[in-house]
């Protein structure tokens, strides 16, 4: 599907994305030059490339130079590659939203600043503190399915579990962070990334194109970031006009609410809520039943 989505781009889109890959890539050396992809990356090569910590970057030696890279996958690069990478991202990311690749770099290289005030969030917060500190990763490795499975219905766990099933999606599709030039930053994008999941599970929305704008939307407002303030602003774009009077009519009050209102979701050590009760979470955070969805 993304290969036949990328032939049907217009000629000077792909022009683009040719150039700044040609950009990219030289500036990255050794393992981050290896593990560098443009494509949408497998549940495998996604894990086994971030599975262990981020500050665990190893030095490189190449040509006689050694190359020390922040962390796993981190690929430096000059002020004018981060925006020729915006430009191009942004311009696939509006065409097909479906350019996980894309959007994934369109957060990485936009949102340094907005970054800096969620790590600072964190910092302030017990709960988010302590995250940083230990940085846990949400992936299959680490998520001990089988408990999760055998988790009472109606707790936090056991939704999030049947929200993967039931949508044959994993937290081990989330793509490695590589733009930016902060190892602490890197890790709050990544656990913004990983928890996208949970967001869906707490708000009730499903994976289709409506789900998708009105979690970007709760994104956008709790987070600050360009890239989701960017898809809430043209996503409802590819919505049908029922989809659309349904999200302006009832669902987008409802979700600006709730951003407005619940606590800071990157606060949330949600490793340690799994048998916490989801009402009794999104209690918690704020959150509050979203409006019947007409499909």
């Known amino acids: 599907m993304v290969s036949l989505l990328q032939s049907r781009a217009p000629l000077w889109l792909r022009g683009l994305e040719r150039i700044y890959k040609a950009s990219v890539v030289p500036a990255a050396k050794g393992k981050s030059q290896r593990l560098y992809q443009t494509n949408v990356a497998s549940a495998h090569e996604v ?3 971030t599975s262990g910590k981020m500050e665990e970057g190893n030095p490189v030696e190449e040509g006689g130079e050694t190359y020390h890279p922040l962390y796993p996958n981190h690929i430096p690069t000059s002020a004018f590659q981060k925006a020729l990478l915006t ?7 509006l065409y097909d939203p479906y350019r996980h690749d894309m959007v994934a ?6 949102g340094p600043l ?3 005030s969620l790590r600072d969030r964190m910092r302030n917060d017990p709960e988010g503190n302590q995250i940083l500190q230990e940085r846990p990763r949400i992936q299959m490795s680490t998520l001990e399915v089988q408990n999760l499975h055998k988790l009472p219905d109606g707790t936090f766990g056991r939704e ?10 994993s937290p081990d599709t989330r793509m490695p962070v590589k733009f930016v030039d902060n ?5 709050v994008i990544q656990r913004y990334r990983e928890v996208h999941d949970l967001m869906h599970t707490l708000l009730g929305m499903p994976t289709n ?7 970007k939307w709760f994104e956008a407002i709790q987070t600050g970031l360009p890239m989701c303030i960017l898809g809430a602003a043209f996503g409802p774009l590819r919505l049908n006009s029922k989809k659309l009077q349904i999200l302006t009519t009832e669902l987008l009050p409802w ?3 709730c951003g407005r209102n619940s606590r800071c979701v990157l606060n949330i050590y949600y490793e340690k809520r799994w048998d916490q009760r989801l009402e009794s979470l999104r209690e918690e955070l704020g959150i509050t039943l979203p409006p019947t969805l007409n499909k």
Not at 209 to 215: F, I, T
């Open 47 to 49: 894990h086994e490339s």
């Open 87 to 93: 430009v191009g991202s942004a311009f696939m990311s």
């Open 105 to 110: 770099v369109l957060g990485e290289t936009t």
């Open 114 to 116: 907005v970054l800096q």
């Open 160 to 169: 999030y579990i049947r929200f993967l099933d039931d949508n044959k999606v």
């Open 183 to 187: 190892e602490e930053l890197a890790y």
């Open 209 to 215: 194109m409506l789900g998708e704008v009105v979690v």
């Open 255 to 257: 979700v600006v609410h």
